[in-house]
């Protein structure tokens, strides 16, 4: 069984992965650092370079070609824009939705560009926030809210919530 953890940048789906794999005594992959091997630079440099459209189609690319068994898959927060990509990941596994509310989040995204968060023209962290959050639950078999937990209550949470499942 995989596990694939989405949600909003900085709803800490890295951090809480890294440590609910070694909880559970998977592997982990953060699809992140894929786009970046893949594309040999870093996720706003390609952002900057060939804009969100192509960026997208590579995170899809990327993610659609991901095989794992056994492993915490953090993905980046747009991956929810291509539906190809998360049909993949709903036959890979089971998709943990990271939920952290508005408040929580701008507390947590300082820099949104350092996080390859690309904002549409015009378009403010609210907007992209309610855009998003109806594609992450459309998508998730498990919604997780963590907005007013701490890293190791939401480890715990998510996985007394998996042994449900």
Known sequence: MNIILTGMPASGKSTVGVILAKVLGYDFVDTD???QRSANARL??????????A?????????RSLSAENTVIATGGSVVYREASMLHFKELGTIVYLKVGMDALRARLFDMKERGVALKEGQSLEDLFLERT???????????D????????????????????
């Open 55 to 63: 960026f997208l189609d590579l995170e899809s690319s990327v993610c």
């Open 134 to 144: 109806c594609l992450y639950e459309r998508y998730a078999d498990l919604t997780v």
């Open 33 to 35: 650092l894929l786009i």
């Open 146 to 165: 963590e907005s007013s937990l701490g890293l190791e209550d939401t480890v715990k949470l998510v996985r007394d919530e998996l042994k449900k499942i």
């Open 44 to 53: 706003e440099e390609i952002i900057a370079e060939r804009g969100v459209e």
